[in-house]
């Protein structure tokens, strides 16, 4: 028996029985950069849903004061923002100070609110279905960022549909965030 043609985009991969091979929607997809200059929730909902990794990029991100930000997964347009299990140490030259939050995967990145911070975070599904978040984000002026998490499947109660990027103290002034997520 042969396998009939796949569509464009989908790439062929064992079934879960690892019986046969199957079809699947495969590739990376890249949402629009969105401007994180105005206003304290930045929401993309044009991620691939039920991807199993998401890859938060920020760019030059600020707010009009300490920039301290959350990450919260969306299901089916409903964010998603307690029972997150979160941490974040910011390291400078001289010292270091860490927070926990249960709010969204979090960091706080230090200084005053002309401080932008650059890098990623990344969010992945293990096999349980629980979400794992580790990320490495560095601001302006030199400082490092450290931050992880997770939030159970229990907790998250379907599948992923969106992200909501959140600044938690002062709006937004500056910056772009955008997501690659892969099935």
Known sequence: MRLPKGTAG??????????????????????????????TTVTIDDVLDGAKRYTVNFWAVGATSDLRVRVRLRVGGTTISTNYTSTTTLLTNSSQSGASFTDGFGFNA?????????????????????????????????????????????????TVTGLAIVSVNGTFDSGNVWVFSEP
């Open 110 to 158: 230090g200084g005053s609110g002309s401080d932008k911070i650059s890098g990623i975070l990344t969010i992945t599904k293990n096999s349980t279905g629980d979400f794992i978040a580790s990320g490495v984000l560095s601001n302006d002026v030199g400082n490092t960022i450290h931050c992880g998490g997770r939030i159970t499947s229990s907790d998250v109660g379907g």
């Open 10 to 39: 989908q790439v062929l991969q064992m079934n879960s029985g690892a019986t046969a091979p199957e079809w699947a929607t495969g590739g990376l997809s890249e949402t629009s950069p969105a401007a994180t200059t105005s206003g």
